[in-house]
């Protein structure tokens, strides 16, 4: 024999609310649902470059939400920009990076940087240039970067 139990309509009422509630739940781990990238940028700088028509740039952008994302152009007013990748100190142009969710890309010397060609000015120490970061699913970020000294480190901000 099966028991059958009657619901108060307030007991029913906070049953459906519970199952609302973990149905809400249960999509926003699995990356599936409504996640979204949450970019920023920071640590930007240009070193002052040594040639009239090439330099190279560095930031890390931050990637606070639960989905990833690709960085798949930059633009500039100073000039074109790629995207460069360095593995096993060899370094090669690519058409995106992953921007991880909850995690970071780091352009930093040595790794992953950006090359700026065919410069319309030379940008001197104590200029900005503005870039604009273009992703796959993001919106652009606009971002201005600092021309430091050709010798400028990040670690000692000197």
Same mark, same amino acid.
């Given at each position: 024999?099966?028991?059958?139990?009657?619901?108060?309509?307030?007991?029913? /009422?906070?049953?459906?609310?519970? @199952?609302?509630? %973990? +149905?809400?739940?249960?999509?926003? !781990? $699995?990356?599936?649902?409504?996640?979204?990238?949450?970019?920023?940028?920071?640590?930007?700088?240009?070193?002052?470059? /040594?040639?009239?028509?090439?330099? @190279?740039?560095? %930031? +890390?952008?931050?990637?606070?939400? !639960? $989905?990833?994302?690709?960085?798949?152009?930059?633009?500039?007013?100073?000039?074109?920009?790629?995207?460069?990748?360095? /593995?096993?100190?060899?370094?090669?142009?690519?058409?995106?990076?992953?921007?991880?969710?909850? !995690?970071?890309?780091?352009?930093?010397?040595?790794?992953?940087?950006?090359?700026?060609?065919?410069?319309?000015?030379?940008?001197?120490?104590?200029?900005?240039?503005?870039?604009?970061?273009?992703?796959?699913?993001?919106?652009?970020?606009?971002v201005e970067m600092p021309v430091k000294s050709a010798t400028y480190n990040p670690k000692t901000g000197h």
């Amino acid at each position: 024999m099966i028991a059958v139990r009657r619901l108060t309509p307030a007991a029913l /009422v906070g049953a459906l609310v519970g @199952a609302a509630a %973990l +149905t809400g739940c249960s999509d926003s !781990g $699995s990356g599936s649902g409504d996640a979204r990238a949450e970019l920023s940028v920071s640590a930007a700088y240009m070193p002052q470059p /040594v040639s009239d028509s090439m330099a @190279a740039g560095f %930031l +890390t952008i931050t990637n606070k939400g !639960g $989905s990833k994302d690709d960085l798949t152009s930059v633009t500039s007013d100073v000039g074109q920009v790629t995207v460069h990748e360095t /593995v096993d100190s060899s370094m090669t142009e690519v058409k995106s990076l992953d921007v991880p969710a909850h !995690g970071r890309l780091e352009f930093k010397s040595g790794g992953n940087h950006l090359m700026f060609e065919n410069l319309k000015r030379k940008p001197e120490q104590g200029d900005t240039v503005s870039l604009k970061l273009h992703f796959t699913k993001s919106d652009p970020v606009t971002v201005e970067m600092p021309v430091k000294s050709a010798t400028y480190n990040p670690k000692t901000g000197h």
